[in-house]
C-alpha cells in the first residue's frame, strides 16, 4: 500500500500545483487584462485571448508581446509592471485556455452594491470649487496606461478658466460618463470594468457604485431622472437601475434572430434615454434589434424592432428626441428609429463601417444638419468620409472626404466648425474642421497623440491625445489656437455636462 500512498500524494500535489497556477494566472488576468481584452477572454477594445486564437502560437512568442506591448497602440509594455514569472504564467493561461462563459444575474449584482456616502444629506448644498455654471463642467476618461489602478480615473475640467476641479478614482478604465438630466449635482460613471459610479459633482466624491457586468461601455439615464440603464457586453445583459440608489429594478438577457436568421446572444451595442417618451432604447448589436423599453408602464414592457442592421452600436437622437439614428457596422448605413411608432423610417448611406460617437446635429441657415463618422475600415473601403446629411428628411448632403477614419464629431452653436478625430493612419494624430457655411475641411491640425472624441465647451474645444501624447489639448473655438496642454495618462472621452440641455451635441 505504501507506493500507492506515495504515488497519490506525488498525483494529488501536482493536482493543486497545476490547480493553484491556473487560478493565479487567471488573478493576474482578471486584475491586469480583462479590462480590455474582456474577463472572458473573447475580446472588447483589444483582441480575444484565448486557445482558440493562440493555440498554434508559441508562449515565448505571446510573452515577448506582453512584456513590450504594441507601440501605436493602447497595449503597453506589461514588462515594466509584471515580473518575468507572471508574463510567462499569461502567457501560459492565454494559450491554454478557451473563451470562458461567464454569468452576472441580478443576485450578482445586488450584492455589488458598495455606498460610500450613506448620508447624502450630509453633502454640500453647492460647488465646493469656483464655478459659474456646472454646465461648463468637462469630464474626461483618464484610462491609466494599463486601464487599471491609481490612474484609471474621471478627471473633471471647468470650462470657464480650463482648470482642474476634481478627480473621481474608477480604478478601472472609465469610458463614459452620463448626467442627471434634472438634478445638476449627479453624474454617473461606467467603466470598461462594468462597474457604475454615482458622482456628486458639488463635492467631487463617488457617493455609491454597482457591478452591472464585467465589460462594456453602454450607459444611460432616463429623462425623468428615475433610472440608469446599463449594457453588459460579459454576460450579454443589460440591467435597470434606481437612479438613486443604484439598486438593480429590471434585467434583460439580450439575445434574438439576427438579419440572417440565427438566435444569438447580443452587445448592447449602445442605450439611449429619450426626451420623447420615457424611454430606453438598446442596440442589440449581433442581433440586429433595437429594444425599446417603455419606463411608464407596469412591468417596464419591450417593443423589440428586429432587422434594423448588422452590427449596430453608437446612437444619436434629433433636437425633439423622436429620431433615433443608429449606426450598422457592416451595412454602411445608418438607420432612423421613429419613437413615436417604433419602426424603421429610414436608411441613410454612410461611408465605411459607421460609428457616430455621440453623433451631431447642428442648424445651419434654416435647417438641422447631422454628421456622421466613419471608421473608413474594410477590405472594401477605398475612401474615408463624413456623412452629412438633413437632420429632418435624412437625404444624404454630401460624403465629405476626410484624411482618415473618423469616429466622433463635435459641434456647438457658438463655434464656426465641426470638428472630427482623425484615428486611422499615418494622420491618427490629427482633428479636421468643417466650415458651417461651405461644408468643407478649412483646417487640419495635429494635436500631437493619437486623436480622440472633441467636445466643446463653446468658447473652447478639448480633444483627447490620447496613448501616444498622453494630454489634453484645449483650442480657442474662434481662432483655433492652442491654449493649453495638460497631462493625464491615455485621456479617451471627453463628456460636457451641457450634454442633457442640447439632446444631441450641437444643438442649443
Known amino acids: 500500500m505504501k507506493p500507492l500512498y506515495v504515488a497519490l500524494l506525488i498525483v494529488f500535489s501536482v493536482f493543486f500545483t497545476v490547480a493553484k497556477a491556473q487560478s493565479t494566472a487567471q488573478q493576474l488576468y482578471a486584475e491586469n487584462c480583462a479590462t480590455c481584452h474582456g474577463m472572458d477572454r473573447g475580446g472588447y477594445i483589444g483582441p480575444g485571448l484565448n486557445s482558440e486564437r493562440y493555440a498554434n502560437f508559441p508562449e515565448i512568442a505571446l510573452a515577448a508581446i506582453i512584456s513590450a506591448g504594441m507601440p501605436?497602440?493602447?497595449?503597453p509594455a506589461w514588462g515594466k509592471r509584471l515580473s518575468t514569472d507572471e508574463i510567462a504564467q499569461l502567457a501560459s493561461f492565454v494559450k491554454n485556455n478557451p473563451k470562458e462563459e461567464l454569468k452576472w444575474d441580478m443576485r450578482d449584482i445586488r450584492l455589488s452594491l458598495e455606498v460610500y456616502v450613506a448620508d447624502e444629506s450630509s453633502l454640500p448644498i453647492q460647488p465646493t470649487y469656483p464655478i459659474t455654471n456646472l454646465d461648463n463642467l468637462m469630464a474626461v476618461m483618464s484610462r491609466g496606461t494599463y486601464s487599471n489602478g491609481q490612474k484609471s480615473k474621471v478627471v473633471f475640467f471647468n470650462g470657464e478658466n480650463n482648470q482642474i476641479v476634481g478627480e473621481i478614482p474608477t480604478w478601472k478604465a472609465p469610458h463614459l460618463v452620463d448626467y442627471h438630466p434634472n438634478n445638476p449635482r449627479w453624474a454617473y460613471v461606467k467603466t470598461d470594468g462594468g462597474r457604475v459610479f454615482k458622482v456628486d459633482l458639488f463635492s467631487m466624491k463617488a457617493v455609491r457604485s454597482i457591478q452591472v457586468g464585467f465589460t462594456g461601455p453602454s450607459l444611460a439615464v432616463s429623462w425623468d431622472g428615475r433610472y440608469i440603464a446599463a449594457g453588459s457586453f460579459v454576460p450579454n445583459t443589460a440591467v435597470i437601475l434606481d437612479a438613486n440608489t443604484l439598486e438593480p429594478i429590471k434585467y434583460f438577457d439580450l439575445k434574438g434572430i439576427s438579419p440572417d436568421g440565427e438566435m444569438v446572444s447580443a452587445d448592447s451595442g449602445s442605450i439611449t434615454a429619450t426626451p420623447y417618451g420615457n424611454y430606453f432604447a438598446i442596440a442589440l448589436e449581433k442581433a440586429g434589434q433595437v429594444w425599446i423599453i417603455d419606463l411608464d408602464k407596469s412591468g417596464m414592457p419591450v417593443t423589440r424592432i428586429k432587422n434594423v442592421g448588422r452590427h449596430l452600436h453608437d446612437a444619436f437622437l434629433t433636437k425633439d428626441g423622436r429620431y433615433l439614428t443608429i449606426a450598422a457596422y457592416d451595412d454602411n448605413k445608418l438607420v432612423v428609429i421613429d419613437f413615436d411608432t417604433k419602426k424603421v423610417v429610414k436608411d441613410i448611406p454612410a461611408g465605411c463601417t459607421p460609428h457616430t460617437g455621440s453623433g451631431a446635429i447642428t442648424k445651419i441657415g434654416s435647417r438641422m444638419?447631422?454628421?456622421?463618422?466613419?471608421?473608413?475600415?474594410?477590405?472594401?473601403?477605398?475612401?474615408?468620409?463624413?456623412?452629412?446629411?438633413d437632420a429632418d428628411t435624412f437625404e444624404v448632403i454630401k460624403q465629405l472626404p476626410v484624411i482618415g477614419g473618423t469616429e466622433s464629431p463635435a459641434a456647438h452653436p457658438q463655434a464656426p466648425y465641426v470638428v472630427v478625430d482623425i484615428i486611422s493612419g499615418a494622420n491618427a494624430d490629427k482633428i479636421q474642421f468643417i466650415d458651417k457655411e461651405s461644408l468643407k475641411v478649412v483646417k487640419t491640425i495635429s494635436v500631437g497623440g493619437h486623436s480622440h472624441f472633441p467636445e466643446y465647451t463653446g468658447k473652447y474645444l478639448y480633444v483627447s491625445a490620447g496613448y501616444a501624447g498622453n494630454k489634453v489639448v484645449i483650442y480657442d473655438s474662434q481662432t483655433l489656437k492652442k491654449v493649453k496642454e495638460v497631462s493625464l495618462e491615455v485621456p479617451a472621452g471627453i463628456f460636457s455636462h451641457a450634454r442633457p440641455k442640447m439632446v444631441t451635441i450641437g444643438l442649443e
Not at 378 to 383: E, F, M, R, W
Open 72 to 75: 501605436g497602440t493602447l497595449m
Open 369 to 389: 444638419v447631422g454628421f456622421g463618422t466613419n471608421f473608413g475600415s474594410g477590405s472594401s473601403c477605398d475612401k474615408t468620409v463624413v456623412t452629412i446629411f
